[in-house]
Every structure is written in structure tokens, then in C-alpha cells.
């Protein structure tokens, strides 16, 4: 028995038992995806007369608070969640009017012709948006439908009847950092249902359990993962063109890493810029948050900038592997639905619309279930209708993509350019990922230092100025929610390995190598607080010590406009 399960029996039998709020359905995730299941699951059963509840629960302070996207959104799920979301007042405010792709190279820029482009980088007919107040207005309608929302409530368990999912309990409030109780400690609460959903984003904390428990991913690729890094800015009206929306590949990155960026021109002289790394890069000493300053000094780019003010940061890892990288996404009571599952499309370099799609399917599938009085078996109708879908369709059209970049940005480019603008998307073959991206990291002795320039404080920043304006905030005295398997493997493996690479990887300045109080040995520092629950550490790290773990709800960035 492991440490912390005797700790979690001696607060049951201390402080037990838990309360329980029984619901037909609990949804793990207040993002687009669990957000539009819960709105759809209320729809149907408004429509065939079913009375089904329907929890969502969301570890950010409100809901929106950590969603993070660059973000143009396809309105082609919400046409169909919301065929009248224009008179219901939905923020997508600034449809795209001009479209430039640019390959950088350290001083110049060569923009693609309109005609040479593939129709997943062209956006006619999609909206520039604040990803994060879309997915506010959507709890609004979700709540205006009867659907009970809980922010600021982590989910951290998984509740089991033998094999089967039966609900979640969120974590306990007012653990001390040596994970007893204090005098405001509460037990977490019981949330049981027929039905689970996880909706958790990229590498959700219960969905890797889920995963991992039930071998979802044992027929499929490795999934691959990307961390976007984005900032929002303010900037004079006359550098402002509203609906442009530009995507770059090339500089900084090397040849051989995949990423790219995005410049979005939103309403009020606002701008949207980001930077989208591959976690599969091979050299330890790459920092993708000081690649994305860098990238802000392009003579191409910096110019935007020019007189404007930064007002917003944020870090979140995606998921790219695409269909082939998929996993089963059913298990007995509940699903796995957005980017928990992995419907992101990379060539796109969207998921919202996806994310949206795979909640009303699920949806479907938990309200026909419930209309049969069945309840915590296998949702079979949810990929059953998956398959049959225009999402798979599009995400089949894009399978090679992530693949093909991967050979390097030049023969990957050529790759995916006679693949979708020639073929159309139907090339008679598939390619595969074939290794996480942890493993993709090589030794440092293979690799030169990268040496990057300091800060300026106007147009490029450190991180913890950007931490600062990501409004990110835990309690102090709770346990860590960024833990190691063995204390050891920082120091005596990844430091001289890998010279340390969690220092680099992190968007937040969460680790730090730092000499131990006599000056000799080296140490792991983490600073916790600083987390932005990007998930890249839990991801990146190659000897995969590190485990991400649910804080106490409410902690982490409060991302408001992004």
C-alpha cells in the first residue's frame, strides 16, 4: 500500500464518510466539450421528454478561467448545438477576413500565394474568438437548461464499482503541505452517475488513469503533443487590421522541430499571438517559452507590436496525433470526449469545433442509453456515430499531417502540400507516430547550448512577469500537485543526461535546479505556485517521473479574454 492511499484511508475513517449527490450524468471538464454534451444531453431530453440531471465540474475559479487557445473557431458543431447561437448573443465577433501563411527565415519572410495554400490553412467563414468567454456564454446556456455547474471544484478521483466507473469525488480542502489536515480541512464530496464524462483538455489528470486502467490506447500510434504559448495585446489602431489572421512555420524553430505560430487580429485593437512547439524536439537545451520571445522580434513581427501593450499570458499543451493517435474513448460507465480523447485537428490548428462535435455525440449516445434505463455500461452508439461523422471525415482528411511534419519542416511541407492540395486529403496511405515525444529527447552531450537574448520588458518578457499577468494563484499550505515518482531522478539523472531540461520545457518557472543549503549537491526546486497547469512536465519529461495531480480547486491561472 502506497503512502498516500494509507493517508486517504486514516481521513476517511477520521473525518468519513464522504457526502454523495447522486446525478445521471457528471461531466469532468467545464471546456467546450463537457460543456456542450451537458447542453445537448438537456436538449434531448427537453425534446423527448426526459427528466436527466447533469453535473459539470470545473477546478477553475469560474468557469472559463483556464481555457486557453489561440483561437479561430469553424462554427460548423455550434450551427448544430446552437442553430440560432447568433441571436443568443455568442462571442464570435470577428469573422476572418484575410488569411497570410509566412516561412520565416531569421531576417526575412516569404508569404505563400493564396492559390499554393491547402484549404486547412484558409479560415472563410470561421471567427477569430476569446476561446475562454465563448466557453463562459456557453455555461449560461448550460445553466439556463437546468445543468448544475460547480467551479472551483477539482475532480481527483475516479469512484469504482469493480471494473466499472461510477463517478468522481473532488479533492479535500484543507490538506497542510504535509498532506494532514489543518483546522479548515473538509472532505471531498461524492459525485455518483450512471454516466461519466471526462472532459479534462489535453493530458487530463483522471483521463490518463482511465487510459492506462483499460489499455484505450494499446491499438493506436503514441499520442503526440504540442505546447502553444500565447500572449494578448493591445495594440494602436493603425497597426490594427481586424479578421487577419496569420500563421507562420520556419524561424526560430529549426528545420527539424515541428511548431509554428499565430497572429490573430480580434476586435478592439486587440491581437492574439502565440507560438505551438512539438513536445517531440530533440534538443534538451530548446526553451519553448524563450523560442515564442524570440519569434516576437522577427522584423516581419515586431512591428505589430510596436507602442502596444501586453495584457494577458497563458500556456497550455495540446494534443496533435490525430486519428491515428485516437483511443478508445468508451469504457464501462463513461467516455472520454474533446481533447481528454485527442479530436484536435493539427492541420487545422483548431479543436473547439471538434471538442463541441464529440460532447453532442457522447451526448446522443448517454440520452438514448438513459431512455433504455441503462446505466454504467459501454457507450458503444458514441463511436459507432463518431465514425459516421463529418469529424472523422475531416480528422481521416488530416491524418497524415502531424506524421509528415514530422520528417522536418521541408519535406514535411512537401509532404502535406501535395498531400492536401493535390490529393485532397485521400492519399491510398497512413502514416504513424511512432514514439512519445519524451522519448524523443536525446542527451545534452549531442546537442550545443541555445543562448537567448535577455528579456527587453516591452517586447519580449521573462516568466515571471508572465506568470504574474496570467492571474495564477494556489494556496500555499496544500500538498504538491506536481510530484515525483523518485526524488532522485532529477538530479543524479536528468541534470547530467539532460542537463536539466525542466527547467527549459516549463512555460512558468515552476523548476529550478538550485545548490542545496551547504553548497555542494544540486537539487530540484519546485515552485508549485507558479503552475499554470499547462500539463508539459507530465508530458515532457523524459524519464516520466513527473505526475500531475489535481490542486485544490480554484487554484491556477485566471485566464480572462484568452
Not at 52 to 64: D, P
Not at 440 to 456: F, G, T
Not at 524 to 543: F, G, R, Y
Request: one cysteine or more.
Amino acid at each position: 500500500m502506497q503512502p498516500n492511499e494509507t493517508l486517504e484511508q486514516e481521513l476517511l475513517q477520521n473525518f468519513g464518510p464522504r457526502e454523495s449527490m447522486d446525478y445521471d450524468v457528471v461531466i469532468v471538464g467545464g471546456g467546450p466539450a463537457g460543456l456542450s454534451a451537458a447542453i445537448h444531453i438537456k436538449q434531448l431530453a427537453q425534446k423527448n421528454s426526459q427528466e436527466i440531471s447533469v453535473c459539470v465540474l470545473e477546478k477553475g475559479s469560474e468557469v472559463g478561467a483556464h481555457i486557453l487557445s489561440g483561437a479561430v473557431m469553424d462554427p460548423i458543431a455550434l450551427n448544430e448545438l446552437f442553430p440560432n447561437w447568433q441571436e443568443l448573443g455568442a462571442p464570435l465577433n470577428t469573422p476572418v477576413k484575410e488569411d497570410r501563411f509566412l516561412f520565416l527565415s531569421e531576417k526575412k519572410s516569404f508569404q505563400t500565394p493564396q492559390w499554393l495554400l491547402p484549404s486547412c490553412f484558409t479560415n472563410h467563414g470561421n471567427y477569430i474568438i476569446s476561446l475562454s468567454n465563448f466557453t463562459r456564454w456557453l455555461a449560461e446556456q448550460a445553466e439556463s437548461l437546468g445543468v448544475e455547474i460547480f467551479p472551483g471544484f477539482a475532480a481527483a478521483e475516479i469512484l469504482w464499482n469493480e471494473e466499472t466507473v461510477v463517478g468522481v469525488a473532488t479533492g479535500h480542502l484543507g490538506l497542510g503541505k504535509d498532506g494532514k489536515p489543518t483546522e479548515n480541512f473538509s472532505l471531498g464530496m461524492e459525485l455518483r452517475a450512471k454516466y461519466t464524462l471526462f472532459a479534462e483538455g489535453a493530458r487530463g489528470h483522471l483521463g490518463k488513469q482511465l487510459i492506462a486502467k483499460y489499455q484505450l490506447d494499446q491499438d493506436t500510434a503514441p499520442q503526440s503533443y504540442g505546447i502553444g504559448i500565447k500572449e494578448l495585446w493591445e495594440i494602436p489602431a493603425n497597426q490594427h487590421q481586424e479578421g487577419l489572421v496569420v500563421h507562420t512555420a520556419g524561424w526560430p524553430l529549426s528545420s527539424d522541430t515541428y511548431g509554428g505560430s499565430f497572429l490573430y487580429h480580434l476586435e478592439n485593437n486587440q491581437v492574439a499571438v502565440g507560438l505551438v512547439v512539438g513536445l517531440a524536439y530533440k534538443n534538451p537545451y530548446l526553451s519553448p517559452f524563450d523560442e515564442f520571445q524570440k519569434y516576437k522580434t522577427h522584423p516581419a513581427i515586431r512591428g505589430v507590436f510596436k507602442n502596444g501593450k501586453r495584457l494577458g499570458y497563458g500556456a497550455r499543451a495540446i494534443t496533435a496525433g490525430g486519428l491515428s493517435s485516437l483511443p478508445k474513448t468508451i469504457f464501462p460507465g463513461g467516455a472520454l470526449i474533446g481533447c481528454d480523447a485527442g479530436y484536435l485537428n493539427a492541420s487545422r490548428i483548431k479543436g473547439s469545433h471538434a471538442a463541441i462535435k464529440s460532447g453532442m455525440l457522447a451526448a446522443q449516445a448517454i440520452a438514448s442509453a438513459l431512455a433504455q434505463q441503462r446505466q454504467h455500461d459501454e457507450l458503444t452508439a458514441y463511436p459507432e456515430a463518431f465514425a459516421n461523422s463529418w469529424l472523422h471525415q475531416e480528422l481521416h482528411r488530416a491524418r497524415n499531417f502531424k506524421p509528415a511534419m514530422s520528417k522536418g519542416l521541408f519535406m514535411g511541407t512537401m509532404l502535406v502540400g501535395f498531400e492536401q492540395k493535390i490529393l485532397g486529403g485521400k492519399a491510398p496511405w497512413t502514416m504513424r507516430n511512432t514514439k512519445a515525444d519524451h522519448a524523443c529527447l536525446e542527451p545534452a552531450a549531442l546537442h550545443s547550448v541555445i543562448h537567448y537574448p535577455k528579456p527587453d520588458g516591452e517586447l519580449t518578457f521573462d516568466r515571471l512577469s508572465s506568470v504574474f499577468i496570467s492571474g495564477t494563484n494556489h494556496e500555499e499550505n496544500q500538498p504538491a500537485h506536481l510530484t515525483l515518482k523518485n526524488c532522485s531522478i532529477p538530479v543524479h539523472t536528468n541534470l547530467p543526461i539532460y542537463a536539466g531540461p525542466e527547467q527549459r520545457y516549463c512555460p512558468a518557472g515552476v523548476y529550478e535546479i538550485v545548490k542545496s543549503d551547504d553548497g555542494d549537491d544540486p537539487r530540484l526546486q519546485i515552485n508549485a505556485q507558479n503552475c499554470v497547469h499547462c500539463k508539459t512536465c507530465d508530458i515532457k519529461d523524459p524519464s516520466q517521473n513527473i505526475v500531475w495531480v489535481s490542486p485544490e480547486g480554484g487554484g491556477g491561472p485566471n485566464y480572462p479574454n484568452m
